[in-house]
Protein backbone atom coordinates (compact mmCIF):
# COMPACT_ATOMS: atom_id res chain seq x y z
CA UNK A 1 0.00 0.00 0.00
CA UNK A 2 1.51 3.37 -0.91
CA UNK A 3 2.60 5.10 2.14
CA UNK A 4 0.43 8.78 1.98
CA UNK A 5 -2.72 5.66 1.42
CA UNK A 6 -1.33 4.35 4.74
CA UNK A 7 -1.40 7.45 6.39
CA UNK A 8 -4.84 8.06 5.74
CA UNK A 9 -4.38 10.61 3.10
CA UNK A 10 -6.32 11.93 0.41
CA UNK A 11 -4.95 11.58 -3.20
CA UNK A 12 -4.95 15.06 -4.79
CA UNK A 13 -7.23 14.38 -7.21
CA UNK A 14 -9.58 13.07 -5.43
CA UNK A 15 -9.97 15.45 -2.78
CA UNK A 16 -13.02 17.31 -2.04
CA UNK A 17 -13.31 20.53 -4.43
CA UNK A 18 -14.66 22.41 -1.37
CA UNK A 19 -11.56 22.31 0.49
CA UNK A 20 -9.64 23.97 -2.40
CA UNK A 21 -12.13 26.90 -3.13
CA UNK A 22 -12.12 27.74 0.95
CA UNK A 23 -8.59 28.13 0.82
CA UNK A 24 -9.00 30.18 -2.41
CA UNK A 25 -11.75 32.25 -1.04
CA UNK A 26 -9.16 33.14 2.50
CA UNK A 27 -6.74 34.14 0.50
CA UNK A 28 -8.62 36.83 -1.55
CA UNK A 29 -10.04 38.02 1.56
CA UNK A 30 -6.56 38.60 3.02
CA UNK A 31 -5.23 40.52 -0.31
CA UNK A 32 -8.59 42.51 -0.35
CA UNK A 33 -9.28 43.92 3.47
CA UNK A 34 -7.47 46.42 3.15
CA UNK A 35 -10.07 47.66 0.56
CA UNK A 36 -13.10 46.78 2.71
CA UNK A 37 -14.99 47.58 5.93
CA UNK A 38 -15.73 44.14 6.95
CA UNK A 39 -16.70 40.70 5.65
CA UNK A 40 -20.13 39.21 6.49
CA UNK A 41 -19.53 35.26 7.30
CA UNK A 42 -22.80 33.34 6.68
CA UNK A 43 -21.99 30.93 9.35
CA UNK A 44 -25.52 29.55 9.03
CA UNK A 45 -26.99 26.94 6.28
CA UNK A 46 -23.54 24.93 7.03
CA UNK A 47 -25.72 21.62 6.57
CA UNK A 48 -28.74 20.82 4.14
CA UNK A 49 -30.60 18.49 1.80
CA UNK A 50 -27.31 19.77 -0.56
CA UNK A 51 -25.94 17.03 1.04
CA UNK A 52 -27.91 14.07 0.26
CA UNK A 53 -26.34 13.03 -2.62
CA UNK A 54 -22.42 14.72 -1.47
CA UNK A 55 -20.46 11.35 -1.42
CA UNK A 56 -17.69 13.55 0.84
CA UNK A 57 -20.23 14.52 3.57
CA UNK A 58 -23.44 12.17 2.95
CA UNK A 59 -27.06 12.26 4.53
CA UNK A 60 -26.74 12.90 7.82
CA UNK A 61 -28.38 14.69 10.81
CA UNK A 62 -26.15 17.86 11.06
CA UNK A 63 -27.16 20.86 12.55
CA UNK A 64 -27.19 24.22 9.97
CA UNK A 65 -25.22 26.60 12.38
CA UNK A 66 -22.66 24.06 13.79
CA UNK A 67 -20.01 25.53 15.95
CA UNK A 68 -17.54 22.97 14.96
CA UNK A 69 -17.64 24.07 11.19
CA UNK A 70 -17.77 27.80 12.24
CA UNK A 71 -14.81 27.19 13.78
CA UNK A 72 -12.92 25.37 10.86
CA UNK A 73 -13.99 28.26 8.75
CA UNK A 74 -11.73 30.76 11.29
CA UNK A 75 -9.16 28.83 11.77
CA UNK A 76 -8.46 29.04 8.07
CA UNK A 77 -9.32 32.63 8.07
CA UNK A 78 -6.55 33.07 10.69
CA UNK A 79 -4.09 30.93 9.29
CA UNK A 80 -4.60 33.27 5.93
CA UNK A 81 -3.88 36.42 7.57
CA UNK A 82 -7.65 37.91 7.96
CA UNK A 83 -8.46 40.45 10.83
CA UNK A 84 -10.66 39.03 13.29
CA UNK A 85 -11.82 42.52 13.33
CA UNK A 86 -12.81 42.55 10.07
CA UNK A 87 -15.25 38.95 10.26
CA UNK A 88 -19.03 39.77 11.25
CA UNK A 89 -20.52 36.32 12.22
CA UNK A 90 -24.21 35.95 10.88
CA UNK A 91 -27.03 34.25 13.13
CA UNK A 92 -30.00 32.70 11.56
CA UNK A 93 -33.81 33.45 12.49
CA UNK A 94 -34.75 30.59 11.02
CA UNK A 95 -33.88 26.40 11.26
CA UNK A 96 -33.67 23.67 8.80
CA UNK A 97 -35.88 20.70 8.95
CA UNK A 98 -35.56 17.73 7.45
CA UNK A 99 -37.11 14.31 7.15
CA UNK A 100 -35.46 11.56 9.65
CA UNK A 101 -34.97 8.36 7.61
CA UNK A 102 -35.30 5.70 10.93
CA UNK A 103 -37.49 7.51 13.41
CA UNK A 104 -35.82 5.83 15.86
CA UNK A 105 -32.68 7.06 15.18
CA UNK A 106 -32.86 11.03 15.59
CA UNK A 107 -29.80 12.60 16.96
CA UNK A 108 -26.88 14.53 15.23
CA UNK A 109 -24.05 11.76 15.76
CA UNK A 110 -22.88 10.78 12.56
CA UNK A 111 -25.16 7.89 12.00
CA UNK A 112 -28.34 9.29 12.03
CA UNK A 113 -29.45 9.52 8.57
CA UNK A 114 -32.06 12.14 6.53
CA UNK A 115 -33.96 11.38 3.55
CA UNK A 116 -35.96 14.25 2.21
CA UNK A 117 -36.61 17.82 3.53
CA UNK A 118 -38.39 18.45 6.28
CA UNK A 119 -42.34 19.32 5.46
CA UNK A 120 -43.16 22.50 5.03
CA UNK A 121 -44.29 25.49 7.83
CA UNK A 122 -47.91 26.52 8.51
CA UNK A 123 -47.01 30.56 7.39
CA UNK A 124 -44.09 29.70 4.66
CA UNK A 125 -45.91 27.01 2.87
CA UNK A 126 -41.86 25.95 2.17
CA UNK A 127 -40.10 22.61 2.40
CA UNK A 128 -36.69 22.63 4.32
CA UNK A 129 -37.03 25.43 6.08
CA UNK A 130 -39.22 27.21 9.16
CA UNK A 131 -39.02 30.85 10.39
CA UNK A 132 -38.32 31.28 13.74
CA UNK A 133 -41.88 32.17 14.57
CA UNK A 134 -43.44 28.52 13.58
CA UNK A 135 -39.97 26.85 14.72
CA UNK A 136 -41.32 28.18 18.71
CA UNK A 137 -45.20 27.30 17.42
CA UNK A 138 -44.13 23.93 16.87
CA UNK A 139 -41.95 23.51 20.35
CA UNK A 140 -44.93 24.96 21.73
CA UNK A 141 -46.90 21.60 20.90
CA UNK A 142 -47.10 18.63 23.02
CA UNK A 143 -45.61 16.29 20.89
CA UNK A 144 -41.77 17.96 20.58
CA UNK A 145 -38.83 16.52 22.14
CA UNK A 146 -36.28 19.15 21.83
CA UNK A 147 -32.47 18.69 22.48
CA UNK A 148 -29.44 21.00 22.93
CA UNK A 149 -25.86 19.90 21.52
CA UNK A 150 -23.83 22.51 23.63
CA UNK A 151 -20.62 21.51 22.29
CA UNK A 152 -21.65 22.49 18.94
CA UNK A 153 -24.53 25.20 20.35
CA UNK A 154 -27.55 23.62 18.47
CA UNK A 155 -30.71 22.90 19.22
CA UNK A 156 -32.68 20.24 17.96
CA UNK A 157 -36.51 19.50 17.87
CA UNK A 158 -38.09 16.04 16.78
CA UNK A 159 -41.71 16.23 16.10
CA UNK A 160 -44.18 13.51 14.04
CA UNK A 161 -42.22 10.73 14.34
CA UNK A 162 -39.79 11.85 11.13
CA UNK A 163 -39.16 15.70 11.56
CA UNK A 164 -36.38 16.91 12.98
CA UNK A 165 -35.44 20.85 13.14
CA UNK A 166 -31.93 22.39 13.57
CA UNK A 167 -32.30 25.71 15.13
CA UNK A 168 -30.96 28.66 17.08
CA UNK A 169 -32.47 29.74 20.48
CA UNK A 170 -31.80 32.17 23.31
CA UNK A 171 -29.34 29.42 24.85
CA UNK A 172 -27.18 28.39 21.87
CA UNK A 173 -26.97 32.79 20.68
CA UNK A 174 -25.81 33.55 24.09
CA UNK A 175 -22.84 30.34 23.60
CA UNK A 176 -22.51 31.20 20.07
CA UNK A 177 -22.02 35.54 21.23
CA UNK A 178 -19.49 34.22 24.03
CA UNK A 179 -17.55 32.53 21.25
CA UNK A 180 -18.21 36.07 18.90
CA UNK A 181 -16.74 37.74 21.62
CA UNK A 182 -13.76 35.28 22.71
CA UNK A 183 -12.20 35.25 18.93
CA UNK A 184 -12.63 39.53 18.90
CA UNK A 185 -14.74 39.40 15.71
CA UNK A 186 -15.89 42.47 14.18
CA UNK A 187 -19.67 42.21 14.96
CA UNK A 188 -22.80 40.42 14.05
CA UNK A 189 -25.36 40.37 11.55
CA UNK A 190 -29.12 38.39 11.05
CA UNK A 191 -30.46 36.72 8.64
CA UNK A 192 -33.31 37.98 8.67
CA UNK A 193 -35.48 40.28 10.85
CA UNK A 194 -38.71 39.33 9.28
CA UNK A 195 -38.45 35.97 10.37
CA UNK A 196 -38.57 36.49 13.84
CA UNK A 197 -41.93 36.51 16.09
CA UNK A 198 -44.21 39.58 16.50
CA UNK A 199 -42.69 39.94 19.65
CA UNK A 200 -39.01 39.76 18.42
CA UNK A 201 -38.68 36.74 20.76
CA UNK A 202 -35.22 35.74 18.26
CA UNK A 203 -33.93 39.52 18.46
CA UNK A 204 -34.45 39.10 22.32
CA UNK A 205 -32.93 36.16 23.02
CA UNK A 206 -30.22 37.04 20.43
CA UNK A 207 -29.21 40.84 22.33
CA UNK A 208 -31.31 41.12 25.64
CA UNK A 209 -33.41 43.54 27.47
CA UNK A 210 -31.38 46.22 24.73
CA UNK A 211 -32.44 44.58 21.58
CA UNK A 212 -34.80 47.27 20.81
CA UNK A 213 -33.53 50.23 22.51
CA UNK A 214 -32.53 52.90 20.03
CA UNK A 215 -35.06 51.93 17.24
CA UNK A 216 -37.68 54.27 19.09
CA UNK A 217 -35.47 56.79 20.31
CA UNK A 218 -35.75 55.96 24.13
CA UNK A 219 -31.83 54.60 24.60
CA UNK A 220 -29.43 57.34 25.07
CA UNK A 221 -26.11 56.46 21.93
CA UNK A 222 -23.86 56.13 24.78
CA UNK A 223 -25.73 53.41 26.54
CA UNK A 224 -26.23 51.55 23.25
CA UNK A 225 -22.33 51.95 22.45
CA UNK A 226 -21.38 50.42 25.44
CA UNK A 227 -23.70 47.67 24.95
CA UNK A 228 -23.00 46.79 21.47
CA UNK A 229 -19.42 47.37 21.80
CA UNK A 230 -19.43 43.65 23.53
CA UNK A 231 -20.12 42.05 20.26
CA UNK A 232 -18.29 44.56 17.76
CA UNK A 233 -14.56 43.61 19.36
CA UNK A 234 -14.15 47.44 20.04
CA UNK A 235 -12.94 46.76 23.63
CA UNK A 236 -10.47 44.24 22.58
CA UNK A 237 -6.62 44.44 23.15
CA UNK A 238 -4.06 42.64 22.23
CA UNK A 239 -1.02 42.42 24.28
CA UNK A 240 2.76 43.27 22.97
CA UNK A 241 3.34 39.37 23.44
CA UNK A 242 1.72 36.43 23.11
CA UNK A 243 1.50 33.56 26.17
CA UNK A 244 1.24 30.44 26.25
CA UNK A 245 -0.44 30.24 29.54
CA UNK A 246 2.75 29.07 31.98
CA UNK A 247 2.54 30.57 35.26
CA UNK A 248 6.57 31.57 34.57
CA UNK A 249 5.14 34.02 31.54
CA UNK A 250 4.76 36.91 34.33
CA UNK A 251 6.43 39.40 32.10
CA UNK A 252 4.09 42.44 31.99
CA UNK A 253 4.19 42.44 28.34
CA UNK A 254 2.09 39.60 28.49
CA UNK A 255 -0.56 40.63 31.08
CA UNK A 256 -3.87 42.34 30.59
CA UNK A 257 -4.63 45.45 31.87
CA UNK A 258 -7.12 46.51 34.25
CA UNK A 259 -10.70 46.17 33.02
CA UNK A 260 -9.73 43.78 30.14
CA UNK A 261 -10.00 39.74 30.60
CA UNK A 262 -7.94 36.96 29.11
CA UNK A 263 -9.87 35.64 26.05
CA UNK A 264 -9.28 31.47 24.91
CA UNK A 265 -8.38 32.88 21.49
CA UNK A 266 -6.78 35.97 20.12
CA UNK A 267 -4.49 37.16 16.94
CA UNK A 268 -2.04 39.41 16.75
CA UNK A 269 -0.63 40.78 13.41
CA UNK A 270 2.73 41.15 14.91
CA UNK A 271 4.38 38.21 16.96
CA UNK A 272 7.59 38.85 18.80
Known amino acids: MPEEEALGAVPQSRRPRRIWICRNAATLLFSSQRYIDYFNLMSYDIHGMWELDNEWIGPYLKGHTDWRKIEEVLELLWRNGVCPEKVIMGFGFYGRSFTIEDPSCDEPNGVCRISDGGAPGSCTDTARVLTYYEVTSRNETGDVETYSDARNTVKYSVF ?3 QCISYDDQQSFHDKLLRLSENCLGGLMIWSIDQDTAQYDALHGLLGELSTGGLDG ?3 DETLSDFYGQFTGQDCMVTVRCSSGSMSETHEDYDC ?9 AHNPVQR
Open 160 to 162: GGD
Open 257 to 265: PSGYRGVTL
Open 218 to 220: STD
